[in-house]
């Protein structure tokens, strides 16, 4: 059974631009969460969306959006980047009814110029 | 509110050694908790997790951890360790009635010497 895939892999972008990144869950899965990981900060949760509904939402800004498509396929955008938000942007997904395990992605490499 | 604290960012040992990685928890209701590895430039391997069953859990990789309610800790163990155990390990917690929401600690880096 195939991994959860995040693409792209690296990203660069400049201040004031907006970022859309891309998370394909396992194979049944219907839960994706998404994280932001930093030195400073650690891993902090944005968000987790359960059969195309947002179900949890961590402490973040409104430039900070996702949403879930059908197919349990996720996107995450953020507008109007800040230098601030360069991180690694980890998304995991479970079965999803109960808490279960995660399984995460490689995670895309967001760089803010 | 609940939350994880991971204590020492760094751990060295010497490979072969006992390896102890701690985690104390906060939570008002029973939580839900589970020991991360991260590799660099990798996601998040799971370890093992305790979901209220047995308070001794064994894992992956030779690891276990054992629920102690009276100390609200979580510590990570491996009876010797090796050199491959090198990486990133995080403690997490969450509870059934949030869902998949992780609170995350802030990660011990465990440094294996040969």
């Known amino acids: 059974k195939a991994g959860v895939t995040q693409t792209p892999r690296y990203l660069i972008k400049t201040r004031g631009q907006q970022v859309t990144l891309s998370c394909s869950p396992i194979s049944g899965h219907r839960s994706v969460s998404w994280y932001q990981q930093t030195p400073g900060q650690g891993l902090q949760f944005l968000f987790e969306y359960f059969s195309e509904t947002q179900r949890n939402k961590g402490n973040f800004p409104g430039r900070f959006s996702g949403r879930q498509f059908s197919n349990s396929r996720s996107e995450m955008n953020v507008s109007t980047l800040e230098l601030g938000d360069s991180a690694l942007y980890l998304c995991a997904s479970s079965l999803g009814e109960v808490i279960d395990e995660q399984f995460f992605g490689p995670g895309t490499r967001l760089t803010v110029l | 509110a609940q939350s994880v604290t991971q204590l020492g960012s760094h751990v060295s040992v010497s490979e072969g050694a006992l390896v102890l990685l701690r985690c104390n928890y906060s939570s008002s209701v029973p939580p839900y908790l589970f020991w991360y590895v991260q590799y660099p430039n990798q996601g998040l391997q799971l370890l093992l997790k305790?979901?209220?069953?047995?308070?001794l859990v064994k894992g992956i990789n030779g690891f276990e951890a054992e629920f102690k309610k009276s100390e609200t800790s979580f510590h990570l163990t491996k009876p010797s360790a090796h050199m491959s155990d090198a990486a990133e390990y995080f403690c997490?917690?969450?509870?059934?009635?949030?869902?998949?929401?992780?609170?995350f600690g802030t990660g011990t880096s465990l440094t294996v010497i040969p």
């Open positions: 997490a917690v969450s509870r059934l009635n949030t869902g998949n929401q992780f609170y």
């Open positions: 305790y979901t209220s069953a047995a308070t």
